[in-house]
C-alpha cells in the first residue's frame, strides 16, 4: 500500500482514476487545484489562450503544502497542464516518483497554449503516460526521461454493465444516441445523419455554437451528462451508441470506444487501427469510414434486433476480456512508475 498525492480534477475520469487507485488499496490524497481556480469558463479561457501565464503565484505554494500535508511515497499528477516547471523541480526534492498521465494531446495543437506549462515541466517526471503512439516520440523529444503508452480505460465501477430502472428507460431511451461536446468537425456528421433519416438522439455541451444548430435541436436531448447513473443509462437503453473521434486531438480511440461495450451498449464508430484492434468488425462492434456508411449500418441495426443484440453482447464480452479497465491500467502505471524510478534518477 502507498500514500499517493494525486493532482487533478476531483470530477469525471479524473476522480474515477483516484478511486481505482484507492480500490487497489492505496492511501489517495486528491488535490484538485480547480477549487482555488474556481472553475469558471474565464480560468478556462486564460490557460487555453494566454497559458495559464501566472498561475504558479496562485497554485504553487498550495499544491506543494497539500503534497506535504499528504506525506506521499508517490505523487500522480492527472493532467497537470498548468503544473510548471518550477513546481516539479520542488516537488521532485521530496525524492518519491512523480508520474503524469494525460488522456488529452498537449502535442497535436488543437488545444492553443493550454499545454504550455506542461510541456516545459516534462523533463521533471519520473515517468509520463500517454494514450497515442505518437505521443512517445513526441514526448521524448520535449525532455520526458521515461514515456510508457497505454489504452484509454472504462472504469471498473461507473461503466460496470446494469439493470435500467423504468424511469431511467422512459427518461433516456433512444434509437441512436451520442453523446458528447460540440466540435467543428461533429456537427456537419450528424446534420449528414439526419438528413439521411437516422433517428438520433444528441446529449452534450455547446451545440448551440453549430451553425447547423437550427436542425440539430430537435435532436439536442440535453446538456453533458456527468454523473454516471444518467451515462450509464443513456448507453444502456439505446439501440445504438455512436463513437466520433476528435480529430484536432488525433484520436484512433476514445473512452467512448470502452465504455459503451463495457456498458452493454452497440458501439458504432469510425473505422481506425486501434478501433479494429480491439473489436472484431461486424461481430463486436459496428464500423464506419463516412455519414453515408453509417447511416446503411443504424438502419439495418435498428431493424434487425437479433443482430443488434448479439453484436452488444459479443462487444461487452470482448471488453471484459481486453480488461481496458482503470484498474488494471493505473496499477500498470504504478509499477512502471516505481521501476523507473528504482532505476535511478
Not at 526534492?93 to 504550455?116: A, E, Q
Not at 470506444?257 to 461481430?283: D, V
Amino acid at each position: 500500500m502507498m500514500r499517493i498525492a494525486y493532482i487533478g480534477p476531483a470530477r469525471g475520469t479524473s476522480l474515477h482514476r483516484a478511486r481505482a487507485l484507492e480500490r487497489l488499496g492505496h492511501e489517495v490524497h486528491i488535490i484538485d487545484p480547480w477549487v482555488w481556480l474556481l472553475d469558471s469558463k474565464w480560468v478556462g479561457r486564460w490557460i487555453y489562450h494566454l497559458g495559464a501565464a501566472g498561475i504558479g503565484l496562485f497554485v504553487d505554494n498550495r499544491i506543494e503544502a497539500e503534497v506535504r500535508k499528504a506525506d506521499p511515497n508517490l505523487i500522480f499528477v492527472d493532467q497537470g497542464e498548468f503544473l510548471g516547471s518550477a513546481l516539479l523541480e520542488r516537488l521532485r526534492r521530496r525524492n518519491v516518483p512523480i508520474t503524469n498521465y494525460t488522456i488529452d494531446d498537449p502535442f497535436g495543437g488543437r488545444d492553443k497554449k493550454r499545454f504550455r506549462r506542461y510541456l516545459k515541466a516534462l523533463p521533471y517526471y519520473d515517468l509520463v503516460a500517454v494514450v497515442r503512439k505518437p505521443n512517445i516520440t513526441e514526448a521524448r523529444a520535449h525532455g520526458a526521461r521515461h514515456v510508457l503508452r497505454v489504452w484509454r480505460s472504462a472504469d471498473d465501477i461507473a461503466h460496470k454493465r446494469r439493470e435500467l430502472t423504468i424511469i431511467d428507460c422512459g427518461r433516456f431511451v433512444s434509437d441512436v444516441a451520442f453523446i458528447g461536446t460540440w466540435m467543428p468537425e461533429r456537427s456537419p456528421f450528424l446534420t449528414e445523419l439526419i438528413d439521411r433519416g437516422v433517428p438520433l438522439s444528441i446529449w452534450g455541451d455547446r451545440w448551440q455554437k453549430a451553425k447547423e444548430w437550427p436542425k440539430l435541436q430537435a435532436h439536442w436531448r440535453g446538456p453533458g451528462l456527468f454523473d454516471d447513473a444518467s451515462y450509464a443509462a443513456v448507453i444502456s437503453s439505446a439501440k445504438v451508441c455512436i463513437g466520433l473521434l476528435s480529430k484536432g486531438n488525433r484520436d484512433l480511440h476514445t473512452t467512448r470506444s470502452l465504455e459503451i461495450p463495457s456498458l452493454g451498449g452497440l458501439l458504432c464508430a469510425e473505422r481506425t487501427q486501434e478501433h479494429l484492434e480491439l473489436y472484431r468488425e461486424g461481430e463486436e462492434a459496428v464500423f464506419w469510414g463516412n455519414a453515408e456508411e453509417c447511416t446503411v449500418l443504424c438502419k439495418e441495426l435498428l431493424a434487425d434486433e437479433p443482430r443488434r443484440r448479439e453484436i452488444a453482447r459479443r462487444g461487452h464480452e470482448r471488453a471484459l476480456k481486453n480488461g481496458l479497465y482503470n484498474e488494471a491500467v493505473m496499477a500498470k502505471i504504478l509499477d512502471e512508475a516505481q521501476h523507473v524510478f528504482r532505476d535511478g534518477r
